[in-house]
């Protein structure tokens, strides 16, 4: 799993219930709370982009056949298979459903077909559905399962639904385990998407048949109770008559509830007409040069906007140029692929959250599948999603861009005085007030192993004590660029934010007297009701800054033929071990037993013990990572039913940590489909050093299991085993 683009650090209920995937809300319904769209709407039409396509929704591609359903739903139950109570015995009734429950009772087959059919983007897709269509025929099933599919009785030959879910699960280990990059590749991808949406899906609640049993609360409380109170507040304000002249306390509760930029919004869910007037409102000079009921193009547009500078991306990179230009008096339009998610809109759902606020709704991989990538898609891009750390660009970095590269600005005064800027501006500091459970365990393991621990710099007060941060941040506490450049450029009154426009084309003139060309623009597709336009933004400045993901694509779309378009792609690779701390009712239990490992600060602690910052400068660092159920169950190993589920239930108190890479292999980016990424053999050795160090900092920590994500699912009682054994076994993990 990688975070790169997640972080700003310098270097770049019934067994039998009926489930749903949770729409991706506009209005959130919350116990007795009830927020109604007109609050999204009131008067100004700066409601979500996607409340429009919510209402008339897109009927389902269906791309399974009945045979590759049949196939999709065996796979499913033998990953999440119905436990037999013999084998189970829990006086908990959420404990037995949760081991009762298979995937297909609680619907996952039929969501993941939709997750399948309309947003998996991956290059290899293909590989999926045949090997779906392969294990719905006996001889398909023969080459892919060998004799396990094989019986003395006739017909002799089955298919995969035909096995018993115990031949299933042998075959589905062998695929784990197996040599064959296609077979490896297939179980990792069944077992990502089956896993992640079973424990993401939730019902007309909000909730899900799992959380109870492995002691997960589902969305923050803490953002039920702030809408709970904003609506009583509204509520009560309608009813006393209050709604005179507006004054600068409802301006900052309207702010609260529906974010600070929802005044320089331009939303696509609109006739055209309205489109224009609305960046016409924002000053921005707006003209129509196509015919009525004659398509356009990009040679005669349905809009041309014209402004000083257009950015493509509103993350780390281009919130910032936006924000600047326009506090220096530049016109300045952002448009952003992803939809602008305000605080009190947010729904702190995993699933939901992965559909809006990521790339590929959070379904971004390597081509082989062996990295799982997550890329920030929103308004606010990565650093609305990211975990908070900020961390400057090392000084041995530095000295390498210097040296090695001759960018001489990296050691620069200028650049030191940037640094400072940016974290001025973002109000980056060290401090903690209480820390989470990870992080506790992380520390602890480090002070008790004599290993060098820190603070991590972040973008968030000391008090941030929140868990959901990777779904957006409830109160504005982390600084993203939502929260700090793209507020300037809002109230400088020099610039506006089109959410939900996906750039199509980087447009571009000749110079005069030259046979070199440059950027005079941006052209972007709108659709409303089935018609699909095209418009243009006409610009002195064109900044492309959507992504190391994204942005090559653009680029190549758009006819530029550079060589190095798309390549020395580095993701800072993360390798994870994880160490269970057991509840007790003892006073002494540690972690405290109100402590959640989903909970408090994501990162607040790090130990640089093999980073070798005075050495090569290619070495790993020890962080922690932000897990909720959905993630943690695909990071997990499975090899079996039974153990998948055994491991669910310690989620709550089973604590992760990871090393990460700073990598010296590179790889290649056609598109977000299409990711080409091996490790160097130095970086393995890396990654391996610091698990060693990782597994250590666990037991030491006071871990009574400790394991790593190994296929073969090893882990190690260390309250068992003697400290030497432990040791011993740490080491066997890392050089297997």
């Known amino acids: 799993m990688n975070r790169k683009s997640m972080e700003n650090n310098g270097e770049s209920h019934s067994r039998s219930g009926s489930f749903r995937m949770a729409k991706v809300h506009t209005v959130l319904e919350l116990g007795t709370v009830h927020t109604h769209t007109s609050l999204l709407l009131d008067g100004d039409g700066d409601g979500d982009v996607g409340e429009e396509r919510e209402k008339h929704p897109k009927p389902l591609t269906n791309s399974l056949s009945p045979r590759q359903m049949k196939s999709l739903v065996a796979l499913c139950d033998t990953i999440i298979p119905s436990i037999d109570d013999n084998l189970v015995r829990s006086s908990d009734e959420s404990v037995a459903n949760f081991y009762n ?99 993401t899906q939730v019902d007309e609640a909000e909730e899900n048949p799992s959380w109870k049993a492995i002691g997960y609360c589902g969305p923050d409380p803490e953002l039920k109770a702030q809408l709970k109170n904003h609506f009583l507040r509204r509520t009560l304000k309608e009813e006393e008559h209050e709604k005179k002249d507006k004054d600068d306390d409802d301006d900052d509760e309207e702010e609260e509830f529906r974010g600070p930029l929802h005044k320089g919004l331009v939303h696509l869910n609109y006739p055209i007409d309205i489109i224009k007037n609305s960046l016409r409102r924002f000053g921005f000079s707006v003209s129509t040069t196509s015919k009525r009921n004659k398509a356009s193009n990009m040679s005669s547009p349905s809009l041309v906007v014209q402004c000083d500078a257009v950015v493509v991306g509103s993350g780390s990179g281009g919130g910032v140029v936006a924000g600047v230009l326009a506090n220096a008096g530049y016109k300045v339009l952002v448009l952003e692929k992803g939809s602008y998610c305000a605080r009190n809109n947010l729904s702190l759902l995993e699933g939901p959250s992965m559909d809006k606020m990521y790339l590929s709704n959070g379904l971004v991989a390597t081509k082989d599948m062996s990295v799982l990538i997550l890329a920030g898609s929103t308004v606010g891009g990565g650093s609305a999603v990211n975990w908070s750390a900020s961390i400057r660009t090392p000084e041995h970095v530095c000295k390498e861009w210097c040296d090695r590269h001759e960018l001489e600005l990296f050691e620069s005064k200028l650049y030191k005085e940037a640094m400072d800027a940016v974290c001025d501006k973002m109000g980056v500091q060290s401090e903690i007030q ?24 972040r973008n968030a007060s000391s008090d941030h004590y929140c868990g959901w941060c990777c779904m957006g941040c409830k109160n504005g506490k982390k600084k993203s660029t939502s929260e700090t450049w793209l507020v300037d450029l809002v109230k400088s009154g020099n610039g506006a934010i089109i959410p939900s426009c996906e750039a199509i084309q980087v447009l571009q003139k000749r110079k005069k007297g030259s046979e070199r060309k440059t950027a005079r623009g941006v052209a972007f597709a709108i659709e409303y009701k089935g018609k ?85 400068g290619y070495g790993a660092v020890i962080q922690t990572p932000a897990l909720h159920p959905g993630m943690f169950s695909i990071l997990m190993p499975w090899t079996s039913g039974k153990d998948m589920k055994d491991r669910m239930l310690k989620f709550s108190r089973t604590a992760h940590v990871f090393a990460l890479a700073r990598d010296q292999a590179s790889g290649t980016v056609s598109s977000p489909s299409l990711i080409n990424y091996q490790l160097k053999d130095v970086d393995k050795e890396n990654l391996a050093t610091g698990i060693e160090k990782v597994l250590r900092i666990l037991a030491a920590a006071g871990a009574e299991e400790i394991g790593t994500h190994n296929n073969k699912g090893r882990s190690i009682n260390v309250k068992q085993h003697i400290r030497w054994e432990v040791v011993r076994w740490a080491l066997i993990q890392v050089t297997q």
């Not at 087959?109 to 290899?124: D, N, Q, Y």
């Not at 209480?434 to 192993?449: D, Q, T």
């Open 101 to 199: 429950t298979s995937a297909s009772m609680a619907g996952t087959p039929h969501h993941l077909e939709k997750v399948i059919s309309e947003k998996l983007k991956h290059s290899s897709t293909w590989l999926l559905l045949v090997t779906l269509w392969l294990l719905s025929t006996w001889f398909g099933t023969f080459i892919l399962c060998g004799m396990a599919s094989v019986s003395s009785k006739f017909p002799f030959f089955h298919s995969y639904p035909e096995m018993s879910l115990l031949k299933r699960q042998r075959a589905m280990q062998s695929w784990s385990l197996s040599y064959l990059p296609p077979l490896k590749m297939f179980f990792r991808t069944i077992k990502l998407l089956t896993l992640l949406v079973f424990f």
């Open 434 to 457: 209480e820390e989470g459970f990870n992080n506790e365990v992380l520390r602890r393991g480090c002070l008790e192993m004599g290993y060098q621990v820190c603070n991590i710099p």
């Open 532 to 616: 699909k336009e095209i418009c243009v933004v006409e610009s002195k400045v064109t900044i492309v800054a959507c992504g190391a993901l994204s942005t090559p694509a653009l680029l190549k779309k758009s006819g530029l033929k550079n060589e190095n378009i798309g390549k020395n792609l580095h993701l800072h690779p993360v390798a994870m071990a994880w160490g269970h701390f057991p509840d007790s009712s003892s006073p002494n239990v540690w972690p405290e037993k109100h402590k959640k490992s989903y909970e408090g600060g994501i990162m607040t602690a790090m130990s640089t013990v093999v980073a070798q910052f005075d050495k090569t």
